[in-house]
C-alpha cells in the first residue's frame, strides 16, 4: 500500500524559506509523477507543482515560479519542495500526492496527511 508521509512544514516570517519532504514507500513509482499541492482556509485545494518521477521534469504554477523548486532523490523515495522567498499567501496546508502527472487534483491517486505552513507579515 503506498504511503506518502510529508514532514517540514512551520512557522516563518515573510522572506523566509521552508524544506518540505515527503516520504513515499510501498509501491513504485517510476510511473508516477508526483505532486505539491496546498489548501488555504476557505479555499480550494490547488496545484503547486509536479516532478515526474522518471525524467524529472517539472511544472510550476505561475505565482511559484522562481521561489519553489521541487525534486527528488531516487534513492530515499523522497520528494523534496524547497520553499524561498515566503509571502504571507503561500499560508496552507501542503499535501504530497502520487498520480498520473497533471495539474488537476483528481488525477492524483494517493495523498499524504498534509503539513502546515504559515507565512506572517
Known amino acids: 500500500q503506498v504511503q506518502l508521509v510529508e514532514s517540514g512544514g512551520g512557522l516563518v516570517q515573510a522572506g523566509g524559506s521552508l524544506r518540505l519532504s515527503c516520504a513515499a514507500s510501498?509501491?513504485?513509482?517510476?510511473?508516477?509523477?508526483m505532486g505539491w499541492f496546498r489548501q488555504a482556509p476557505g479555499k480550494e485545494r490547488e496545484f503547486v507543482t509536479l516532478?515526474?518521477?522518471?525524467?524529472?521534469?517539472?511544472v510550476y504554477t505561475d505565482p511559484v515560479k522562481g521561489r519553489f523548486t521541487i525534486s527528488r532523490d531516487k534513492a530515499k523515495n523522497t520528494v523534496y519542495l524547497e520553499m524561498n522567498n515566503l509571502k504571507p499567501e503561500d499560508t496552507a496546508v501542503y499535501y504530497c500526492?502520487?498520480?498520473?502527472?497533471?495539474?488537476?487534483?483528481?488525477?492524483?491517486?494517493?495523498w499524504g496527511q498534509g503539513t502546515q505552513v504559515t507565512v506572517s507579515s
Open positions: 516532478i515526474a518521477w522518471s525524467s524529472g521534469r517539472t
Open positions: 500526492a502520487a498520480g498520473r502527472g497533471t495539474v488537476e487534483a483528481r488525477n492524483y491517486d494517493y
Open positions: 510501498g509501491g513504485t513509482f517510476s510511473s508516477y509523477a
